[in-house]
């Protein structure tokens, strides 16, 4: 009996707190459901895209790719390097990119180097992007346009990334 009490009382409190965030931001009844939809931004988005659904390590990553047959995208970067920040604000403010990344992709960021060396085929540059198949095979065929980096990208390839994303999606529903 002593813990529904407790169960009771944690509800009311629960209650309380609900009615005076509602009291102290103004917001009107009908308008509840509204803010109750918005997302709050992911700390793992590292802004790259707080609308889509970041996962943390390349481990998760795989296994969500695999059970979702979704294929998995990783960006290499660094917060502090000009490039990534370049790319990052063509990434952003893309708005196919950002759809499908949101629908069709598994979506992780990293801002150090993996342990797996297949996530840095051609060397431990940043910014790079690599595609990963369900199947866990790193998508060689899918990279930018430069033969010294070959998963580099820049702020105008966003079309060749835009390409390869929907080639991902493409290749995958037919190989697999």
């Not at 009490?5 to 965030?21: H, K, T, W, Y």
């Not at 939809?37 to 895209?49: A, D, E, F």
């Not at 998508?139 to 990334?161: V, W």
Request: aromatic fraction near 6%; charge should be negative.
């Amino acid at each position: 009996m002593h813990s529904f009490q407790l169960l009771c009382s944690l509800l009311l409190c629960n209650a309380l707190v609900v009615a005076a965030q509602r009291k102290l931001q103004k917001v009107p009844e009908q308008e509840e459901e509204k803010v109750t939809r918005i997302r709050m931004p992911q700390t793992l988005s590292r802004g790259w895209g707080d609308e889509i659904e970041w996962v943390q390590t390349y481990e998760e990553a795989l296994a969500i790719s695999r059970n979702s047959k979704k294929p998995l995208m990783v960006i290499h970067h660094l917060e502090e390097c000009p490039y990534s920040q370049a790319l990052k604000k063509a990434f952003v403010s893309n708005p196919e990119i950002q759809k499908m990344a949101q629908e069709d992709f598994i979506m992780l960021n990293l801002v150090h180097s993996s342990t797996d060396d297949n996530l840095a085929p051609d060397g431990h540059y940043v910014p790079r992007i690599l595609f990963v198949d369900p199947s866990m095979t790193v998508r060689a065929d899918l990279t930018g346009k430069y033969k010294n980096r070959m998963y580099a990208y820049e702020p105008e390839d966003i079309s060749n990334l835009i390409e390869n994303m929907r080639r991902a999606k493409t290749l995958l529903h037919t190989e697999l």
